[in-house]
């Protein structure tokens, strides 16, 4: 467990975090004494995150180009999910995200190091500790690639839906978020190919925020935007029949699933 740290010297997702970790104390003895020791203690951890943010609001932040378009100071005292690398964006935009989610063996593979040195919630695939250990802000989940699923508790089995961002649809609604509010999630690429190849970049990025995003030499797998759909549609249909809503910021997106709103008048 993590050393007492002052909850006012914390920010808000430390401070969510801190309160977690404070109610281990009362959770219930959890099943499961086979587990590997990281993974277990990763059950506990995303347990008591459940429902620990009811009644808030979020913003999931996709990578694509429109982020350069996005205000993204008016994130400042928002919850949001950064997705790969989005570490990249707070020296180029000046936003840096409550929390991080990474799901695809490559991308974790290649950023290990900019990873352990992220001092903030980070959620990453069970795979991912082969690059990536353990430590106080480390939560591993167990994610797999078949028999499509939107899970609304991820201490268990959670379908990854082809893209990083359907795992943060199903982190926020296990931990409470009444809307969940997408930017910079393009759904649009300018590299074609059959989808789930992996590729490697010969040059600057264009289908992201960074041209450094996936620069020249880093392996990356061409998108499945059918698959992500799917996992959209599963989203929006959890989220409705709970009362709770996902809703479309992005400036210029191309995804059709959710409800689509303006940025700017959600700080009016």
């Known amino acids: 467990m993590p050393e007492t740290t002052p909850n006012d010297t914390l920010s808000p997702a430390g401070q969510a975090l801190r309160r977690a970790y404070d ?3 009362r959770l219930p003895e959890l099943p499961g004494a086979y587990l ?37 100071v008016k994130l400042r005292n928002e919850f949001s999910f950064g997705f790969n690398r989005i570490f990249l964006a707070e020296d180029e935009l000046g936003f840096r995200p409550s929390c991080l989610v990474s ?6 593979q290649q950023s290990a190091e900019e990873f352990k040195a992220l001092r903030m919630p980070k959620f990453f695939a069970w795979r991912a500790r082969k690059w990536v250990p353990l ?3 480390a939560h591993f989940l167990y994610t797999t690639y078949t028999s499509p699923k939107f ?21 926020a609604y296990h931990m409470g978020f009444t809307t969940a509010i997408l930017i910079g999630v393009d759904h649009s690429f300018a590299t074609k190919g059959t989808p789930n190849t992996t590729v490697e970049s010969q040059g600057d990025d264009p289908n992201h925020f960074s041209a450094a995003y996936f620069g020249k030499g880093f392996r990356w797998q061409l998108p499945d935007l059918e698959t992500s759909e799917l996992g ?4 929006r249909k959890a989220f409705e029949a709970d009362g709770r809503q996902v809703l479309d910021a992005t400036i210029g997106g191309k995804l059709d699933i959710f409800p689509k709103i303006d940025y700017n008048s959600l700080f009016a």
């Open 23 to 25: 109610g281990l104390r």
């Open 36 to 72: 590997h020791p990281w993974r277990r203690a990763s059950i506990q951890k995303l347990a008591a995150l459940k429902n620990s943010h009811q009644g808030e609001r979020c913003f999931l932040v996709g990578n694509g180009p429109s982020l350069k378009h996005t205000d993204l």
């Open 103 to 108: 799901i695809n063996d490559l991308v974790v």
């Open 135 to 137: 430590d106080e802000d």
């Open 151 to 171: 899970s609304t508790d991820i201490t268990g089995r959670v379908w990854e839906g082809a893209t990083v961002t359907n795992v943060a649809l199903q982190l």
């Open 232 to 235: 959209y549609r599963m989203a």
